[in-house]
């Protein structure tokens, strides 16, 4: 498959353990932010959003965290499966203007 | 199925050639972009479209064209391919005319120039 980068922070986890993924973001008037998951050879996919009125929301296995004030943006996946290894990376949305990206941390997951 | 279409995937070609990428998506979505993705720099947003015939500059525009004669199409063209233009590239769409909201990616087009 295509390698989306090579000099990505990475993250290696075992099978069934908890993933914590971080960003952080430049821009304190950002009000959206989104997780995106690339796996190899494919495009990104959305993961789960929040909006800056909330500090937490969870999803399936997903949970986003939102910290405004030292703005910090966390995902953590649960029970981390093979299937899970991809790139992630963060967007978000300074107020009236248009997403930013992100560089993306490398997920792995050991059976 | 609710999806982008880029073509080709992969392209190798040589400096000099013009080129055309293709781009559709079928979500009658307003907002049209490409993006680039090179190692260590992320997505850096090339052009993009909140409508049938507006385009714009985004961060990365030198050595680009792109027209939004239909709303379902966004062609990505290059007119004369430079080897610093090798890289991965995305089409992605939005809903939401601004491109503020969540964006629908392709699966990608591997360009090498040499």
């Known amino acids: 498959g295509e390698s989306v980068g090579l000099h990505l922070p990475t993250l290696s986890v075992q099978e069934g353990d908890n993933s914590i993924i971080n960003c952080a973001y430049s821009n304190s008037a950002s009000d959206y932010f989104i997780w995106y998951k690339q796996e190899s050879g494919k495009g990104p996919q959305f993961i789960i959003d929040?909006?800056?009125?909330?500090d937490k929301r969870q999803g399936q296995r997903v949970t986003v965290l939102l910290n405004k004030t030292v703005k910090h943006l966390s995902l953590q996946i649960a029970a981390t499966q093979p299937g899970d290894s991809a790139v992630y990376f963060c967007?978000?949305?300074?107020?009236?203007?248009?997403?930013?990206f992100g560089e993306g941390t490398q997920l792995t997951v050991n059976p | 199925e609710a999806q982008v279409t880029q073509n080709p995937r992969y392209l190798i070609t040589v400096t000099g050639k013009k080129l055309t990428v293709t781009c559709s998506q079928n979500m009658n979505h307003e907002y049209m972009s490409w993006y680039r993705q090179d190692p260590g720099l992320g997505l850096r947003q090339i052009y993009y479209?909140?409508?049938?015939?507006?385009?714009d500059k985004g961060d990365v525009p030198e050595g680009y064209k792109v027209s939004r004669k239909e709303k379902r199409n966004f062609p990505l063209i290059l007119e004369s391919p430079s080897p610093n233009q090798t890289s991965l590239y995305f089409c992605?769409?939005?809903?939401?005319?601004?491109?503020?909201?969540?964006?629908?990616f392709g699966p990608g087009t591997r360009l090498t120039v040499t």
């Open positions: 967007a978000f949305r300074p107020s009236g203007s248009r997403l930013t």
């Open positions: 929040i909006r800056s009125n909330m």
């Open positions: 479209s909140m409508n049938v015939e507006v385009t």
């Open positions: 992605a769409s939005s809903p939401d005319g601004t491109g503020s909201d969540e964006q629908y």
